[in-house]
């Protein structure tokens, strides 16, 4: 098969595509022909050993948002067959401990990424355990699927497990042209909340608002809590919802409502930020780290996206030969939506 291997960390150029003897499924697994795949931040972070925050298992090949088209199944596989089209969960937990029984994959002693520690998807084929397999509704295609998949469930979990937002509320989804900004978004306005998004350029505040959002401003200005304050008659979102982290938090906390949640489940930007105590307990904010979601949640989201409620916005698919290129894009910060792979061309 050809696939893009990770030899060693470093730049884009690291990417290399190469051709490689075909996997086989173990018992319990199966093989799984990749229509699509989505190009994430993680897969830069990992490339680029970033804060050595993902232990990375090189040689590897890269890509964790998958999905295909099942074209082997190993001995003991039931629950699909060849044929089957699927969104491959890129989840390794354990799924017997406390954490896991209780849809905290993520904080599994024994949790995993694929993609990271195990083999991913910047390839033709692509092995998974028979429990991370999710079948896909005739309707949604690869490309659909892997672009909502992990920035869906991440919202999906922040938006309502973490900052269990009721409707009527409102909603700063910051980044609206990335992938959890976007997602978090079209979820807090399905779930009936009023919802502000910030961009980082006109342009793309301006495709935010052709995509529905009511309000836009813009993070690139400074002083821009300011703006949401007065878009909400000076009380404040109740919920935040943010990646970008360094570069945004302190007028992400200045927008928040007395009483507001911040969630946060990146920090694109920078990983540093500072944080008045006083503020925090005087206003009764509560900060809340964010990472995955649950099984149970990705297949709600795969739910919503068969029913047409979830529209993942995708800017761009490439060949597998230009992966290098497709995560320079995503690092430029100049894609709106989700930069796919296709391995099929
Ligand atoms: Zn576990």
């Keep these: 098969m050809r696939a893009v291997v990770l030899r060693r960390h470093g730049g884009p150029e690291s990417l290399t595509l190469e051709e490689l003897p075909d996997p086989r499924p173990a018992a319990g697994q199966a093989l799984i022909r990749v229509g699509a795949v989505a190009v994430n931040r993680l897969d830069c972070w990992v490339r680029a050993d970033v804060g050595h925050a993902y232990e990375a298992r090189l040689p590897l090949i890269p890509g964790y948002d998958v999905a295909g088209e099942v074209v082997?199944?190993?001995?003991g596989v039931e629950a699909v067959q060849p044929g089957a089209r699927v969104y491959v969960h890129y989840d390794y937990s354990c799924g017997?401990?406390?954490?896991?029984?209780?849809?905290?994959?993520?904080?599994?002693?024994?949790?995993?990424?694929?993609?990271v520690d195990h083999d991913g998807g910047y390839a033709e084929l692509v092995l998974a355990p028979e429990r991370n397999l999710f079948v896909?509704?005739?309707?949604?295609g690869f490309e659909a699927a892997a672009a909502a998949?992990?920035?869906?469930?991440?919202?999906?979990?922040?938006?309502f497990a973490k900052a269990r937002l009721r409707a009527g509320e409102t909603v700063l989804a910051v980044a609206a042209g990335s992938g959890v900004g976007g997602a978090a978004a079209q979820l807090a306005r399905w779930a009936g909340a009023?919802?502000?998004?910030?961009?980082?350029?006109?342009?793309?505040?301006?495709?935010?608002?052709?995509?529905?959002?009511?309000?836009?401003v813009l993070h690139s200005r400074p002083g821009w809590g300011a703006e949401v304050l007065a878009l909400t008659d000076g009380r404040g979102v109740d919920c935040a919802i943010d990646h970008v982290g360094q570069a945004t938090f302190a007028e992400v906390v200045r927008a928040l409502a007395g009483g507001g949640r911040l969630?946060?489940?990146?920090?694109?930007?920078?990983?540093?930020?500072?944080?008045?105590?006083?503020?925090?307990f005087a206003r009764q904010l509560a900060i809340i780290g964010s990472s995955d979601g649950s099984r149970a949640e990705l297949l709600e989201v795969l739910r919503l996206l068969g029913a047409g409620v979830?529209?993942?916005?995708?800017d761009d698919v490439l060949p597998l030969a230009q992966a290098a290129e497709a995560q320079a894009r995503l690092e430029q910060r100049e894609h709106f939506g989700r930069i796919l792979l296709d391995p099929r061309s």
């Design 149 to 159: 998949g992990s920035v869906y469930l991440t919202a999906y979990h922040m938006v």
């Design 136 to 140: 896909l509704d005739d309707g949604v």
């Design 96 to 115: 017997r401990c406390r954490h896991c029984l209780v849809g905290d994959e993520s904080l599994c002693a024994d949790y995993g990424l694929m993609g």
């Design 310 to 314: 979830i529209k993942p916005v995708i």
């Design 72 to 75: 082997e199944a190993g001995a």
């Design 194 to 216: 009023r919802v502000i998004v910030s961009a980082g350029t006109a342009a793309k505040a301006a495709r935010a608002r052709e995509l529905g959002a009511e309000h836009t």
């Design 263 to 280: 969630v946060i489940c990146g920090a694109s930007s920078g990983a540093q930020a500072g944080l008045d105590l006083i503020d925090l």
